[in-house]
């Protein structure tokens, strides 16, 4: 080569300069053991390369991933002023400095974000979705129930007597405590609050039309459904969904078993059958508590109380209220029962479904309550 001239740095690298393109020998043990002085070797080499540089690989014996990484930094560093060419890489080294050549693109440090005005849209979009999604399963879900439950009246034999009877005794007789001490305070605080406001007018005997109206119509067995939905619709998603955890109900479907004759129609025959039972229970209470205020406030007597308030309160107010039990019984059990049987993968699961059933049964009570006092008032009942 013309004008060219050899120079050896090192027992790892020698340089053929020439007034062009320079030749660099890679030699030796390109590894990890040497990595030191081959990296302070490279630095005289690229003083030498200002014109581009042709790095042969061709007689390097040895290269591990250290070695990969110091002949791609140098051809990189040459490039970045002139061309740089890597020729007779061995075919055993390739496929590791492709390796250590592979370069992801950069990830970004922080991802980018919707306006917040496109996120609340797509929470909102994302609940409503959700919501109609929930509906539709909690509507079939009901069917199937009620389903089992009218051919159960056709087939008594699939009533199980031993659940029921110990439902009916966790759900109504152990919930008779809280039921009647709540609807006791109640109805005592509406005589004392009533009889504040009325006192105004003079018109203080017109707080056991409140308390009779108010009580039998909504407020027992409306709070009596409440208590129950937070007190037995919470134990049921509990229950079933351990059950779920443990693998129970997938053996019982295994066995040839219908869940929903085993897990859900106790539940739900005993809460038809003790709610109404409750919400009488409550609005007896309530009377009750009435009748004690208006004794210690108001100076009317538990028989006079008693008289006004059958000439002013009619049977009517009793059945606008206690016919809407069955219903809220259905609502409580069904959605307890629905997101017990859909607890899955871990407890956080079932406290996360136990949640949503006690807000979905309270939530669906209230909306039936509204329902039923618009149809009422209505038909004229």
């Known amino acids: 080569m013309s004008g060219s001239e050899h120079v050896t740095i090192s027992p790892f690298i020698s340089v053929e300069t020439s007034d062009a393109t320079a030749m660099v020998k890679l030699l030796g043990d390109w590894i990890l053991d040497n990595a030191g002085q081959i990296d302070r070797d490279m630095h005289q080499v690229a003083v030498l390369c200002q014109g581009g540089a042709i790095l042969d690989c061709s007689e390097i014996q040895e290269l591990d991933t250290a070695g990969a990484l110091l002949v791609r930094r140098y051809a990189q560093t040459v490039e970045s002023a002139a061309p740089a ?9 390739k496929n590791l400095l492709d390796v250590v050549s592979a370069c992801p693109p950069p990830a970004p440090t922080q991802p980018d974000h919707d306006p917040w005005y496109i996120a609340v849209l797509y929470e909102m979009g994302e609940s409503a979705f959700s919501f109609f999604r929930s509906a539709k399963n909690l509507l079939g879900f009901i069917g199937l129930v009620l389903s089992r439950l009218f051919g159960a009246l056709f087939e008594p034999s699939r009533i199980r007597l ?4 110990h439902q009916l005794e966790v759900v109504g007789l152990k919930a008779m405590g809280i039921v009647g001490l709540i609807s006791f305070l109640i109805g005592a605080v509406m005589v004392n609050q009533g009889a504040v406001q009325l006192a105004k007018f003079g018109a203080d005997i017109f707080v056991i039309d409140m308390l009779g109206i108010s009580h039998l119509r909504e407020l027992g067995i409306l709070l009596t459904a409440i208590i129950v939905a937070g007190r037995s619709g919470s134990s049921f998603t509990a229950q079933i969904g351990s059950m779920r955890l443990n693998e129970e109900v997938d053996a019982m479907s295994t066995l040839g078993m219908n869940t929903l004759d085993i897990l859900v129609l106790p539940r739900l025959l005993a809460m038809l059958i003790a709610l109404p039972l409750l919400g009488f229970y409550a ?9 004690m205020m208006a004794w210690f406030q108001l100076d009317i007597t538990p028989a006079n109380f008693i008289v006004y308030f059958r000439d002013v309160v009619s049977l009517d107010h009793f059945l606008a209220g206690i016919l809407k039990a069955p219903f809220f019984a259905i609502v409580i059990v069904v959605s307890g029962c629905y997101h017990g049987l859909s607890v899955s993968g871990s407890a956080a699961s079932l406290g996360i479904r136990t949640t949503r059933s006690v807000v979905q049964s309270i939530f669906l009570v209230i909306v039936l309550d509204a329902f039923f006092a618009v149809f009422f008032t209505s038909i004229g009942l």
Do not use: E, K, M, Q
């Open 85 to 93: 060419i890597l020729t007779g890489v061995l075919a055993r080294h």
């Open 162 to 165: 031993v659940p029921l009877v």
């Open 283 to 291: 609005d007896v209470l309530g009377v009750f508590g009435g009748i």
